[in-house]
């Protein structure tokens, strides 16, 4: 009976292991063919985007970060060379001749002139912020990854330069009823003064709508916030902390002063646009914000402080007029300084309007038409909650909408950031899409 029962056992048991055998070779050989087609479809995507991953790497390797400029001349050189190796029109206008500096700031404009009295503006930047340490791939060298593409600026936003130039590469062989221009800009991550501002604003460059290839790719966005940074100094009596009595703590009076201004952030955070927010944000429209983003103050531990600094940001709906929040910040400043008896200045270090772009104008259809055309789907209308250089060509009268490849995962500003190459190839499509519509559909 024993015997009987272990040879049912050991059957039952065999039977069980080639089951599990098959079930587990039928999963092996569905991963392996979803891997196959993976670096089957990576393999297609990289073959059709061989001439802007090769910009992309060249832009990437250069450090261009915004405050040393230091990579600016060498950067603005790859991107002439390629004007002039597709026979494009191409010119820099610097912004150290505004400026006065003495820091080379290479705004480069490459035209491709159909002949027409209509011209389509397209603007990106090839400015960046420092990569910080930590990165699993190194900063500055191109890294393909599973449909993506590593590397300082990758996505923010050189790759829209290089989307552009692959467009425009492709578009210089068509007749076209609308002239295209690429502004390749610098100091965006700055403020962007002798930057996209200095080209439209000081040097008059002319278009009658502009692309910003600046923003994420899940909404089409008509807008941006507007900026104010500022500076308050706090003023105190510096004395020795054994007699404090003696002394009067700038660092103190800088909590009182702060505390008294959560009435004004409040009073921000209670504005509202009628642009809705991108998708990932907690509120359903654009908000008002201010941040305290930089205290300093102290020089020792044993030495009372006599001055304080405080930075912050203040985020502006994209329809608020600029005058009137500055107006509106100097009044509640002056009325914390009143109940706290604090002595502090304040001083506006950098402003920027934001705009909104109306949707109903023939533009922006346009484009959301264009979008349609090339991913299949027709994308809602939102603002950016930050700034960008869009701004300065809404001030000189320009329409302007933004569609570019920064997704909100794409880790921009931080940590290995990347670009997806599908939105790199949607992108470029995109440009060339929007060269072959009739004048009447620009302006």
């Known amino acids: 009976m024993i015997k009987a029962n272990s040879g049912r056992q050991c059957t039952y048991e065999l039977l069980l292991a080639i089951q599990l055998h098959g079930f587990l070779?039928?999963?092996?050989?569905?991963?392996?063919?979803?891997?196959?087609?993976?670096?089957?479809?990576?393999?297609?995507?990289?073959?059709?985007?061989?001439y802007e991953i090769d910009i992309l790497k060249r832009l990437v390797e250069i450090d261009t970060e915004?405050?040393?400029?230091?990579?600016?001349?060498?950067?603005?050189?790859?991107?002439?060379?390629?004007?002039?190796?597709?026979?494009?029109?191409?010119?820099?206008?610097?912004?150290?001749?505004?400026?006065?500096?003495?820091?080379?700031?290479?705004?480069?404009?490459?035209?491709?002139?159909?002949?027409?009295?209509?011209?389509?503006l397209l603007e990106s930047h090839f400015?960046?912020?420092?990569?910080?340490?930590?990165?699993?791939?190194?900063?500055?060298k191109l890294t393909i990854r599973g449909g993506k593409a590593y590397g300082r600026g990758s996505a923010d936003n050189k790759s829209g330069i290089a989307a552009a130039m692959g467009a425009l590469r492709q578009l210089r062989k068509e007749e076209l009823d609308i002239n295209l221009k690429l502004i390749a800009g610098v100091d965006e991550e700055i403020g962007?003064?002798?930057?996209?501002?200095?080209?439209?604003?000081?040097?008059?460059?002319?278009?009658?709508a502009a692309l910003v290839v600046d923003s994420g790719m899940e909404r089409l966005f008509l807008g941006a916030s507007g900026i104010i940074w500022g500076k308050i100094t706090v003023k105190g009596k510096q004395g020795h902390a054994g007699s404090p009595f003696k002394a009067k703590n700038a660092i103190d009076e800088t909590l009182k002063l702060l505390a008294s201004l959560e009435r004004y952030k409040t009073l921000v955070q209670k504005k509202e646009s009628t642009l809705h927010s991108p998708p990932d944000a907690p509120r359903s429209n654009i908000w008002g914000r201010y941040s305290v983003t930089m205290i300093r103050g102290g020089e020792k531990e044993n030495v009372i402080p006599g001055t304080c600094e405080v930075r912050f940001d203040r985020r502006l709906l994209p329809e608020e007029p600029l005058k009137q929040a500055e107006e509106?910040?100097?009044?509640?400043?002056?009325?914390?300084?009143?109940?706290?008896?604090c002595t502090a200045i304040l001083e506006i270090t950098n402003k920027l309007p934001g705009y909104h772009t109306?949707?109903?104008?023939?533009f922006v259809q346009t484009v959301s038409e264009s979008i349609k055309r090339t991913i299949g789907q027709t994308l809602p209308f939102a603002g950016e909650l930050g700034g960008n250089d869009g701004s300065f060509f809404a001030k000189n009268g320009i329409p302007v909408v933004c569609y570019g490849?920064?997704?909100?995962?794409?880790c921009y500003h931080g940590l290995n950031e990347f670009v997806y190459l599908e939105d790199l190839k949607n992108v470029r499509d995109l440009i060339i899409d929007l060269g072959k519509v009739a004048r009447d559909k620009i302006s």
């Open 25 to 50: 070779a039928g999963l092996i050989k569905k991963a392996k063919l979803e891997e196959t087609l993976e670096v089957v479809q990576g393999v297609d995507c990289l073959t059709s985007l061989e």
């Open 192 to 208: 962007g003064r002798y930057g996209v501002d200095y080209v439209i604003t000081d040097c008059e460059l002319k278009g009658d």
């Open 405 to 410: 490849t920064i997704r909100a995962d794409t």
């Open 328 to 341: 509106e910040l100097m009044t509640h400043f002056q009325r914390s300084l009143n109940d706290t008896g």
């Open 358 to 362: 109306p949707k109903d104008l023939p």
């Open 127 to 140: 400015d960046i912020v420092p990569p910080g340490p930590g990165w699993t791939y190194n900063p500055f």
């Open 66 to 120: 915004s405050v040393s400029k230091e990579g600016y001349d060498k950067c603005s050189s790859i991107i002439v060379e390629e004007a002039r190796k597709n026979s494009l029109d191409v010119e820099i206008i610097n912004g150290e001749e505004g400026a006065k500096d003495g820091l080379s700031r290479p705004n480069v404009i490459v035209a491709l002139d159909m002949g027409s009295d209509i011209t389509l």
